[in-house]
């Protein structure tokens, strides 16, 4: 899907460190067969059977901060990601070595992340309103014509 889009496995890699900030609705928290079986308990016992119910993404290791855009997601991978998405990074040689790059290099990881994400933001820009199928936004965050 990211090669569909003209971004190459690279980016994927780099993009995939935004997950070490934010918040994730417990329904998608048990996609990663890899996790710390400690880690998979606390979180069902903190889902409590609530799908919408968000958890924090990040949060577990040593420094692990929920609210902070750092590399401990790629310091966390596999036992204590979210995702089969994030987990599946170290199976593979050439994003293994990414994975391990970043852990120990969060200024590179930082340089790539900004490319990676000018990449991404220059996907499917559209330069004028399509009648009826889309519209360019006022302000970024909400369709024209509201509040
Ligand atoms: C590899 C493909 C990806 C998959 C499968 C994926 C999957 C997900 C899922 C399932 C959630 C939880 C959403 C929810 O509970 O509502 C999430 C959250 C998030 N994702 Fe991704 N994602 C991917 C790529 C990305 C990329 C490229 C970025 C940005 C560069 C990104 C940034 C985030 C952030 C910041 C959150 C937390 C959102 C919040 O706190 O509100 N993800 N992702």
Not at 28 to 34: D, E, K, L, R, W
Not at 109 to 128: L, P, Q, R
């Amino acid at each position: 899907m990211f090669a569909a889009k003209e971004l190459d496995v690279f980016d994927l890699v780099a993009l995939s460190g935004a997950h070490g900030v934010g918040r994730v609705r417990c329904r998608f928290t048990n996609g990663n067969s890899a996790m710390d079986p400690t880690y998979a308990n606390d979180l069902r016992t903190e889902c409590s059977g609530n799908p919408d119910k968000l958890v924090n993404q990040t949060d577990r290791s040593p420094g692990g901060d929920p609210d902070m855009m750092d590399n401990q997601y790629f310091k966390n991978i596999a036992k204590f990601v979210l995702f089969k998405s994030d987990a599946t990074l170290i199976s593979n040689a050439t994003t293994r070595k990414q994975v391990n790059d970043n852990a120990a290099n969060p200024d590179k990881w930082y340089k790539d992340f900004e490319a990676a994400m000018v990449k991404m933001g220059n996907i499917g820009v559209m330069t004028s309103p399509v009648a009826g199928l889309a519209e360019i936004r006022d302000v970024c965050w909400r369709v024209n014509g509201i509040y």
